[in-house]
């Protein structure tokens, strides 16, 4: 490269209009710029990295949620059929005509203490039948069923089922 000569007062101008003719003047620049452009493309690479973990993290405590509903769904379900199962046997022990009763099933002692509950209220009913209501609960979920009982021969038969989700 050819250097050109400069007397004071052009030089003067040209270092005023930020032009210079040394060599590799400008590579001090080239690099600063390079390196700031690095250091964008690696903020932005961080904040997508941020973004997806988030992203992540919310999809992972949505379903454990909704893990925990179906686990506590299947429980209180389990727990109408032990209600059920407890009100036949009370049904079997009836006579011709049957009182308002309510009464707590008991449970195992894990759900026991884990304050899940199982109640029936016992109701006859104008038609001639009795109404069993079954109410299920475990930690703030509740689930319901009415088990109407129909005299048969003498028997206290099961005639239907009517389930419920509080």
Do not use: C
């Not at 309510?102 to 109640?119: G, M, N, R, Y």
């Amino acid at each position: 490269m050819t250097r050109l000569v400069k007397s004071a007062p052009v030089g003067a101008l040209l270092r005023t209009l930020r032009i210079e003719f040394a060599p590799g003047a400008h590579d001090g620049r080239r690099r600063a710029s390079r390196r700031g452009f690095a250091t964008i493309m690696a903020l932005v690479v961080l904040a997508l990295v941020v973004a997806a973990l988030t992203a992540g993290g919310a999809l992972v405590l949505a379903e454990q949620r909704r893990t925990h509903e179906a686990d506590a769904t299947a429980e209180l379900r389990q727990m109408l059929l032990a209600g059920a199962q407890d009100a036949a046997q009370h049904a079997a022990a009836w006579n011709g005509s049957v009182t308002a009763q309510h009464w707590d099933v008991s449970l195992p002692a894990e759900l026991a203490e884990s304050a899940a509950k199982v109640s029936i209220q016992v109701d006859p009913l104008p038609d001639g039948t009795v109404s069993a209501d079954v109410q299920a609960e475990l930690g703030g979920e509740h689930q319901g069923q009415t088990l109407i009982y129909q005299r048969s021969s003498n028997v206290w038969a099961l005639a239907r089922i009517d389930s419920r989700i509080h």
